[in-house]
């Protein structure tokens, strides 16, 4: 087998199963959100992530820290928020901190790296979280979203009651939750497609060994390339750790591999395609300016640290 043979077949095991998982993800989670908006009135949403006097974004925060989503099943549980119209900060904290501190990552972090630096990485992903969604409020940035965003999927009505002379029973909310569902799915599955094809290619063209090479001590920039390049290496919490560790053997610097981490688990080529359904560009550069900021901020602290 050639290694070109063998890099397609890796990109397309990727594919298909990133498509699988993330189908499975985001109808599961679009499903879950929908059923806590029938229970739970957008006025009480609102409350518990209103930013008054910051207890909002700190709330937003460890909500991130207790969902184990990735970066692109993130975007369901917004689009909720959206819709509930909670507080732009506390979305925007939610949205920063979910991939970055969700409990795999950080139970993968304290195994592998030891509590220390898990400390220092849970520390900083939080504060940068935090004051990121902070300052992105107040600097206006809440009217770069996409006014269809707000949008409630419209419901399809049936014949009520009656259709054709024969009496019909009413459609149950499970249904009309999943057609709900359903229609976001529709809207999403052009990008998240587009999305996973793109992040798969590159997951099968980029061998660790370039990786470690562009990213090692000798390299003065190691720790901004390697933040770059975890981007549209878009890479599983489950996976991100033990890539991690197998490229620091390699010759992959310590600072350097924190700010792949943060790369890749805080952003993905993926999830900002799919974000370009909810925000407008300006949106999404100040989201990826934020990643790549605490990313490579992160690593150069890392190294003075430790």
Same mark, same amino acid.
């Given at each position: 087998?050639?290694?070109?043979?063998?890099?397609?077949?890796?990109?397309?095991?990727?594919f298909?199963?990133?498509?699988?998982?993330?189908?499975i993800?985001?109808?599961?989670?679009?499903?879950?959100?929908?059923?806590?908006? #029938?229970?739970?009135?957008? #006025?009480?949403?609102?409350?518990?992530?209103?930013?008054?006097?910051?207890?909002?974004?700190?709330?937003?925060?460890?909500?991130?820290?207790?969902?184990?989503?990735?970066?692109?099943?993130?975007?369901?549980?917004?689009?909720?928020?959206?819709?509930?119209?909670?507080?732009?900060?506390?979305?925007?904290v939610?949205?920063?901190?979910?991939?970055?501190l969700?409990?795999v990552?950080?139970?993968?972090?304290?195994?592998?790296?030891?509590?220390?630096?898990?400390?220092?990485?849970?520390?900083?992903a939080?504060?940068?979280?935090?004051?990121?969604?902070?300052?992105?409020?107040?600097?206006?940035?809440?009217k770069?979203?996409?006014?269809?965003?707000?949008?409630?999927?419209?419901?399809?009505?049936?014949c009520?009651?009656?259709?054709?002379?024969?009496?019909?029973?009413p #459609?149950?909310?499970?249904?009309? /939750?999943?057609?709900?569902t359903?229609?976001?799915?529709?809207?999403?599955?052009?990008?998240?497609?587009?999305?996973?094809?793109?992040?798969?290619? /590159?997951?099968?063209?980029?061998?660790?060994?370039?990786?470690?090479?562009?990213a090692?001590?000798?390299?003065?920039?190691?720790?901004?390339?390697?933040?770059?390049?975890?981007?549209?290496?878009?890479?599983?919490?489950?996976?991100?750790?033990?890539?991690?560790?197998?490229?620091?053997?390699?010759?992959?610097?310590?600072?350097a591999?924190?700010?792949?981490?943060?790369?890749?688990?805080?952003?993905?080529?993926t999830?900002?395609?799919?974000?370009?359904?909810?925000?407008?560009n300006?949106?999404?550069?100040?989201?990826?300016t934020?990643?790549l900021?605490?990313?490579?901020?992160?690593?150069?602290?890392?190294?003075?640290?430790?």
């Open positions: 087998m050639t290694i070109t043979t063998e890099m397609m077949e890796q990109t397309l095991h990727m298909m199963f990133l498509a699988a998982e993330l189908t993800l985001f109808l599961a989670i679009s499903y879950l959100v929908g059923v806590l908006q #029938e229970y739970i009135p957008p #006025e009480k949403i609102q409350s518990i992530l209103s930013s008054k006097k910051g207890k909002g974004y700190i709330i937003a925060g460890f909500l991130g820290a207790i969902t184990p989503f990735c970066s692109c099943s993130t975007i369901p549980f917004l689009k909720g928020l959206l819709r509930a119209k909670a507080g732009f900060g506390t979305m925007m939610f949205l920063f901190a979910s991939p970055l969700n409990p990552i950080i139970g993968l972090f304290a195994v592998t790296f030891g509590v220390n630096v898990t400390i220092f990485y849970f520390l900083v939080m504060l940068v979280s935090i004051t990121a969604g902070f300052l992105l409020e107040k600097l206006g940035f809440e770069f979203i996409r006014p269809e965003a707000y949008e409630v999927p419209a419901r399809k009505s049936g009520g009651s009656t259709c054709g002379g024969k009496k019909v029973a #459609e149950s909310k499970w249904m009309r /939750i999943w057609k709900s359903w229609s976001d799915f529709k809207k999403v599955l052009p990008y998240l497609i587009g999305g996973i094809a793109l992040g798969s290619m /590159i997951y099968g063209f980029m061998p660790t060994e370039f990786v470690a090479s562009v090692s001590d000798s390299n003065p920039f190691a720790i901004p390339v390697a933040a770059v390049i975890g981007i549209p290496l878009y890479i599983r919490a489950e996976a991100v750790i033990p890539l991690s560790a197998a490229l620091a053997a390699k010759g992959m610097g310590l600072g591999v924190m700010a792949l981490i943060i790369g890749s688990a805080g952003a993905s080529l999830e900002v395609i799919l974000l370009k359904s909810i925000f407008k300006q949106m999404i550069a100040a989201f990826l934020v990643i900021g605490m990313a490579i901020g992160a690593g150069y602290l890392y190294t003075y640290m430790f």
